[in-house]
């Protein structure tokens, strides 16, 4: 079983968009997929049509696997699974702290419930938080989108710097470039100058800023459904072949 996270300490960078695409993706190369949804506000959960299970709370998510499982769902895709948040996941930092050994209970729930799955796909909240360095120590790989922009440099600085203070296995960071306007010229200066900076941390593949993906919330569905030979398409298979396969995609 793997686990990949998609995560941003940084809101509104497409990580949503990023992790149904994946989860996706995953699933059409045959494999089976469970997205977990970690956001209260369960946007994930919504592209796939699925509704929250009530009965999940923070405490059963942790605690109770039987639970936990009845709680998956199945989406409208062959293979792929969907966990989705309801509200008391919000108070997942609360009840983290409160538990011995808090920084591995993600894993252990994943690993408990989750076994059925190849792949695990995190979608997950955008701070720095008990669940996040659970998510950090839960992860096989962390996926990071980052929009070429000041603001976001400096927020993918403090993500580094933090793994850097505790001790975490940076290796586990695979950043790509999300949102990218090629004809801004500060598009493109930020993504040399992070590039050089963070040479081992970024992939090649970049996702565009693009209506198809906006468009996501009107059909509720992955990218390659409705657009399947649009740019945003394509850029979010490149990012699974490069990620799976360590193939870029010339497109």
Known sequence: MKIIACYSNKGGVGKTA??????????????QVLLCDLDPQGASSFYFRVKPSKKLTEARFFEDVK???????????????????NLTFRDFDVFLSRMRNKRSRLKKALTSA?????VIVLDCPPNFSTLSENIFKAADEII????PTTLSERTFDQLIHFFDENKLRKKKLRAFFSMVQLRK???????????????KRFLQTSVPFAADIEKMGQHRAPVSTYAGRSPASAAYQALYDELENGVVSSK
Request: glycine share 6%; net charge negative.
């Open 144 to 147: 990071v989108p980052v929009i």
């Open 18 to 31: 990023t992790s149904v695409n994946l989860a996706h993706a995953y699933a059409q190369a045959g494999k």
């Open 185 to 199: 010229t500060l598009h493109h200066e930020t993504m040399e100058n992070m590039r050089t900076a963070y040479s």
């Open 114 to 118: 989750g076994s059925d799955y190849d």
């Open 67 to 85: 639970r936990f499982t009845n709680a998956i769902r199945a989406s409208d895709f062959e293979g792929l699974d969907v966990l989705p948040a």
